[in-house]
């Protein structure tokens, strides 16, 4: 038992402070020493990084989501309420004593959790840890959102969250002090589950098809569309609608 509490202990500043050019492989080694420090009872301290100077909350979701967590190297999933820091692309999770630990993104295989969403209904959500070489390296072995698509074609979100400066709100006209705030920078990218290709694109039209121009069946697809395509919800239905052809053929 003294063992199991010195293992949780030392294990923590891999699982608290390691920085996202860890390698799997050393992430995979580690896989063991991972379980046994959220899973072994006894309480773990992590520092919390946030920083109370900045307007805004580096979180994709203020309040803890009951979630289902797959490690890089396990086969087992683990229940524990996260939070996912989408500045610093890290979980946080909480353990039942009430005290959290950080895992980063090498370390994350898979996540998910279901949220409500406007007519009250449980809406489930899946975050997929994803490599290329197509992905710029602040995103390259992240979590994406699974938004739609299944079998042959999918759309994944990459959330984001970059610092940015503002003018600082005061009643001195003369001032010229600045505040640093959280601003969402998320990315889109469709992805071909036959190999793993990652394409990015915006949401408009003209840019979807860009980024389907090496597919000529999912280009004619996409043409023979008639829905709109200009928010978010509009594009899930598209590539949905998409995949679905592409995957009786």
Known sequence: MKNCL????????LIGFAQSKSSEARASENTRARTEAVDSG?????FNGRDKSVRGNPMLLP????A?????GNAKRTSAPAK???????????????????LPAP??????????????????????????PSLPAELNGTCAELLAGGKTLQLLKFWSKKLVKEAENTTNISSTSTVQRYDENNKYYVRWASDGQLLGFRLKRGSLKDALA????????????????SSEDDFKAAI?????KLSTK
């Open 68 to 72: 289902e967590i797959l490690l890089v």
């Open 240 to 244: 949905t609608a998409i995949d679905e």
């Open 63 to 66: 309040h803890w989501q009951p």
């Open 214 to 229: 090496g597919h000529p069946e999912a280009l004619k697809e996409l043409e023979m569309y008639k829905g709109a395509l």
């Open 6 to 13: 010195l293992l949780a202990l030392a294990t923590m500043p």
């Open 84 to 102: 996912y820091d989408i500045y610093q692309h890290q979980l946080q999770v909480r353990r039942p004593q009430g005290d959290s630990i950080l």
């Open 107 to 132: 370390l994350v295989q898979e996540f998910s959790f279901s949220q409500l969403d406007a007519h009250g209904s449980e809406r489930p959500r899946r975050f997929i840890r994803y490599e290329s």
């Open 42 to 46: 006894y309480d773990v301290y992590t």
